[in-house]
């Protein structure tokens, strides 16, 4: 059993979930010149990036990572897609993705879940928990027949699952306080000592809520292709 990953940028890795998965993950490294395959393995993730999911000069692999986010929703792939790519999916299969009016969302942020999650393969464990984040664009349209997940005070549209198998989630629960730290002295964001030291405390709140919904997308992927 083997995930495709598509990493976006070289800051912007597995994190948590290399470990957590408990499976074999081939990433993708377009801004190395690594192509974009037509289809994933067993399974897909799609990491978070710097760019905006309609910046697409910015980003020239992102129309490619659009289309396989739209064939592994069609087929059923188990796909979890973050940030940025929850943001790719949602265009991919019709919904509207915008600079967000409430600005910048960072930090160890609170989201909670929709009654829809209690249900969900991934998220039905979860309830009210942090989250890290760290974007200002958001999801405003979901694709048609989008089933919503979890919200959140800044930005409501915080995760949802389209068709079978697809999962997007506009945090990023792969990222380990080393990264966040790496993004916010990457960017020079204001206040970034205290934002630092707030994931760095929710980091056993991070581990204990997230570890399970990723080994939950592993169960999900190994289910799929028995």
């Not at 598509?6 to 470990?19: D, M, P, S």
Request: hydrophobic fraction near 45%.
């Amino acid at each position: 059993m083997r995930i495709t990953v598509i990493e976006h940028e070289a800051g912007a890795g597995l994190g948590y979930l290399g470990g957590w998965l408990g499976m074999a993950c081939d990433v993708v490294r377009p801004y190395l010149g690594e192509e974009i395959p037509e289809r994933a393995a067993d399974g897909l993730i799609v990491l978070g990036g710097a760019a905006a999911a309609w910046e697409d000069e910015r980003s020239p692999w992102q129309p490619a990572t659009r289309d396989l986010l739209r064939r592994a929703v069609d087929e059923a792939t188990p796909t979890l897609a973050i940030c940025l790519g929850a943001q790719l999916l949602t265009m991919a299969c019709g919904g509207t993705v915008e600079r967000g009016d409430g600005g910048l969302e960072v930090g160890a942020c609170e989201v909670v879940a929709l009654p829809a999650a209690a249900s969900d393969r991934l998220l039905s464990g979860v309830g009210t928990a942090p989250a890290i984040q760290y974007h200002q664009d958001a999801m405003t349209r979901l694709p048609d027949g989008a089933v919503p997940l979890m919200t959140g005070s800044r930005y409501p549209n915080q995760a949802y699952r389209l068709g079978e198998a697809a999962w997007a989630v506009q945090f990023h629960p792969e990222a380990t306080p080393e990264i966040f730290a790496a993004w916010t002295a990457e960017s020079g964001l204001e206040g970034a000592g205290e934002l630092n030291a707030g994931v760095k405390a929710a980091e056993p709140a991070l581990i204990a809520t997230w570890r399970p919904v990723a080994q939950a997308f592993a169960d999900v992927v190994r289910a799929a292709r028995p």
